[in-house]
């Protein structure tokens, strides 16, 4: 993710430092109203570049998954590319209110003077101004409730589906407001890759193209409640199914007005088309869909997704699974793929923290899924007996493999004490939050 913005970053700005460069200097212009100008286009450029970047990982592009790393960390540089958007944004509306101080401070007579344009084009970038401004404002509010985590879900995914509109406003704005000079040097070539890129993902997403591909119907053939906080849904998929693989997830519509939630599939692919969520009460939603599902119910599955997949492990290396709550759920997929499979000699420790073994229903079945495969160990972390999971009680790891599936405080907390040990083992981590 960092490789990919930092990357964008410095191409942007080595394009627009080209044309500084190669620019010729304008006779009479103050050197701070140059800068000014110079430091409008850069931050303009940057903030365009990282949106265009944003709405294209909006629509979930599946070709972009190996290389970064899975879906959830497409909707992860996707937030952070919005995040850096808004912020060069910001630095861009600073800068052009700047020009009453320096009119104030150094006179207007070196203002950079404008572009001689036909009327039309200039009267049009008037109207760009303006659509950037509002644009701006919008910009800001969404990421005040984007990073107010309090702000409840559901309203912020129906405030963010404006996100395409007001990307469409920028981008006119961005287009029309570049100097002329541009359209003629590599500048101006990036800049028209990166619109290009971003109207299309605005308007694959205003027209409700995004995942339309991977769309399946499928019905509900069993709902049961393993333990009071979660649902475990079987649901037997139409024939458009493409399949999975084990540790996949897919966006699921129970209900038309609520939209999709991403689930993991928890089971293993076995050809009938059929797939099971375990699904818990973690808020709005979720706390009510125990009452809400029944056997028969339509239901619309988007995916499959990720790279979260038994399929990719290194066999050289020691492989330790690890597993905070529900994030059991991917592993569950892995055991279930492993089964019936004499041949496997696939060896993992598999370790799983709980906050109450007593009750969790997960532990019962992971003890069935591992009795049938000796070559995976099965450690149970008891929180309420006191039992924490630490980097140091995962042994050796200096070349393992780590894959992760729970809360991020868990993962940041074992990669902390596994450099304090020294160890820098491959960690792969499922991230069940996209926002
Ligand atoms: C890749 C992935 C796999 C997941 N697998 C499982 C699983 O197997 N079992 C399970 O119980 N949970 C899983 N989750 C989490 C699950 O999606 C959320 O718990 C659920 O969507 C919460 O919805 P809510 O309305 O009840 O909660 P809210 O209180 O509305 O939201 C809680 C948090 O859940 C996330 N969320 C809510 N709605 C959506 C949505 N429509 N799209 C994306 N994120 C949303 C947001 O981060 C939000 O902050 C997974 C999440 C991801 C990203």
Known sequence: MKTLLVGLSVLVTLVWGFDVLNAAA?????????????????????????MSLAMLLATRPVWLEAPLGGMDRIYRT????????????????????????LKATIDRAGRVPKENLSSILDAMRDLGEDMGEWAIYALLAMLAITLWKKFPYRSWR????????????????????????????????????????GVYGAIRSLLGGIGRARKTAGKIISVEHPSPDITSVQCRL??????????????VTFDGSEGAHPFTIASADHGDRTINFQIKALGDYTNKLATRLQT?????????YGRFDINRHN?????????????????????????NKPQNTLSADLHYCTRDQAIDAFVPRLEALCAALPGVQL????ARQGAILSAASLGEAKNAEIWFCGPNGLADALRAGLRTLGWRPRFHQEAFEMR
Do not use: C, N
């Open 158 to 197: 129906f405030l963010h589906r404006a996100m395409p509109v007001i990307y469409l406003m920028l981008a006119f704005h961005a287009a029309l407001l570049v100097p002329h000079a541009y359209w003629a040097q590599p500048a101006g070539a990036l800049l028209a890759v990166l619109l290009t890129v």
């Open 78 to 101: 996707h937030k952070w590319a919005g995040i850096l958007a808004v912020s060069f944004a910001a630095v861009h509306w600073l800068i052009e209110m700047s020009s009453d101080i």
């Open 315 to 339: 066999p050289r290396a020691r492989q330790i699974w690890i597993a905070g709550g529900i994030g059991i759920t991917p592993f569950l997929a892995w055991l279930d793929a492993l089964q």
């Open 26 to 50: 304008t006779a009479g212009v103050h050197p701070l109203w140059a800068a000014r100008q110079e430091g409008l286009y850069l931050s303009g450029l940057l903030s365009i570049a990282m």
């Open 238 to 251: 139409d024939q458009a199914w493409r399949g999975h693989q084990p540790g996949q997830f897919a966006f």
């Open 379 to 382: 450690h149970i972390h008891d």
């Open 296 to 304: 028969g119910q339509t239901v619309h599955v988007e995916g499959p």
